[in-house]
């Protein structure tokens, strides 16, 4: 019976992992969350799990579980997940992203050092691309232009050390974009779809507020996610990075489009300056070539979809509230 450990199992990917884990048979599931964190997501399986509360940031808290937990697989998806959230709070996405996987990684190292350890990176590590290197492949350099890119870099360089190092079985994802409700209205998505909804209901003047529109960016369903991730972590040769994307690049503004032609009221786009960020980049495309190398995977949820999920969501949202 395979034992797995999800370190921030209360974000969108690590719910949604946990989620499908517990429907794949034989699988003994424990998740690391923070003490402080939202639990509802986990809500619907929790009699299927067991669960560990701490902080990433604290090395003791990471040793016990891992310690308990005893896992042959272990999903690192801890993190300060946010490139806008990192300008304002640079040491803490550090923190958070930098220390934790050291944390993460010397207790499997001590406890638990024939596990296979997944380190969840990001398409901010490569920043800003030259359009004839696109689509971005895993050989292309590394030049992140957020202090999130930046974090997600040590991340993966601590992944490889400790296979380089200790032999243990690293496997690095480099995240495109990731969508699904589970998410919150941090990202642009979220927030054209929320700003709909409140419209609607007539809670919010008819006018959303939007950054740049112009970059493109590659979507994934976190569904689409957790069904590679299991695969890739069971099947991937240790000290390898693969590009976690669509494969499809989407312009920001073709997204709001989408959101406008199922929405059912007219509005009025407005930029919002505090919505820009110092460096944006032009475009994000990955080449996912590597991945379906090894897993067989392929995405099945495109973006009118993805938009007809999130706008039904934040709909229901507005009537509960």
Not at 174 to 179: E, T, W
Not at 258 to 280: N, S
Request: charged share 20%; proline share 7%.
């Amino acid at each position: 019976m395979p034992r797995v450990l999800i370190t921030g199992a209360t974000g969108p990917v690590g719910s949604t992992l946990a989620a499908y884990l517990v429907t794949q048979p034989g699988i003994e599931l424990s998740v690391f969350k923070r003490w402080r964190s939202d639990p509802r997501a986990l809500a619907p399986i929790i009699e299927h799990i067991r669960v560990y509360e701490g902080d990433i940031e604290d090395p003791y808290a990471v040793a016990d579980a891992v310690s308990d937990a005893q896992p042959e697989y272990v999903f690192h998806l801890a993190a300060q997940s946010y490139p806008s959230a990192s300008w304002g709070a640079p040491v803490a996405t550090m923190r958070a992203n930098i220390e934790g996987t050291v944390h993460l990684l010397e207790a499997v190292r001590r406890h638990a050092p024939a596990a296979r350890v997944h380190i969840a990176g990001s398409s901010a590590q490569y920043g800003i691309v030259a359009p004839e290197a696109i689509p971005i492949q895993e050989s292309h350099p590394m030049r992140p232009a957020s202090p999130y890119g930046i974090s997600k870099v040590g991340q993966e360089l601590l992944g490889l050390q400790y296979f380089d190092s200790y032999g243990i079985q690293t496997v690095v994802t480099r995240s495109f974009n990731h969508v699904g409700t589970r998410q919150g209205d941090r990202t642009a998505i979220q927030t054209f779809c929320r700003q709909m909804a409140l419209i609607e209901a007539g809670r919010q003047e008819p006018r959303i507020q939007v950054g740049n529109l112009e970059p493109q960016r590659d979507y994934t369903h976190v569904d689409d996610v957790a069904r590679a991730l299991w695969p890739l972590l069971q099947n991937a040769p240790g000290g390898t990075v693969y590009n976690m994307c669509s494969g499809i690049a989407t312009r920001m503004g073709d997204i709001l489009d989408m959101v406008l032609a199922q929405g059912t009221v007219p509005v009025q786009i407005v930029v919002d300056p505090a919505r820009l960020r110092p460096v944006d980049e032009p475009i994000l495309r990955g080449d996912n070539t590597r991945l379906k190398a090894v897993t067989g995977w392929e995405p099945q949820i495109g973006m009118e979809q993805i938009v007809r999920e999130l706008l039904a969501f934040w709909r229901s949202r507005m009537n509960e509230e």
